[in-house]
């Protein structure tokens, strides 16, 4: 297999990328924090979004959380309503790299992290891809020890590998 190169016209657009990105930051954590946006604002945009959720509205959910992983990207929080929306909506491939991110920012082995986890696991069978829905139960299952969690993605597990033909193949 060969190496791709980079043409030089490629290379540029990414340098201009990264001076823009650097430029909209100017020495800030997040977006939010270099327009002057509060963490009140965040947090109640937040509760806007999450209250859109829970009362099914998941486009307008999905939106908001959007504009929020935008702003503040390194909140977990932010990833996984995003990520729950996008799930809601059967946009599953979407959701499950949302997940995946917003699992970035969570403690390894955490109740949240697991969670996480087990639902990119699902997204992606959802998405037809219970190869990397199986490698996703292997990463939950080495990494945590809540039993509530991990059973439930035992039998994830059980279920992937009986449609793949591989059961037993993991004891």
Known sequence: MSEQQLAPEDLALVADFARTGAELLQGKEALADARGISREQLDGL???????YLNGAYDMAARGFRLLCIYDHANAGNWQGYGYSLLALKDYRKAATCLAFGSLYLEQGSGAWADAHLHIAKAL?????????????????????????????GALREALEAKLGRAGASA
Do not use: I, K, N, S
């Open 46 to 52: 937040f509760q806007f979004c999450y209250d859109r």
């Open 125 to 153: 069978t959802h998405a037809g891809e219970p190869g990397a829905a199986l490698e996703m139960l292997d990463t939950l299952m080495a990494g945590t020890g809540d039993g509530g969690v991990t059973e439930e993605a």
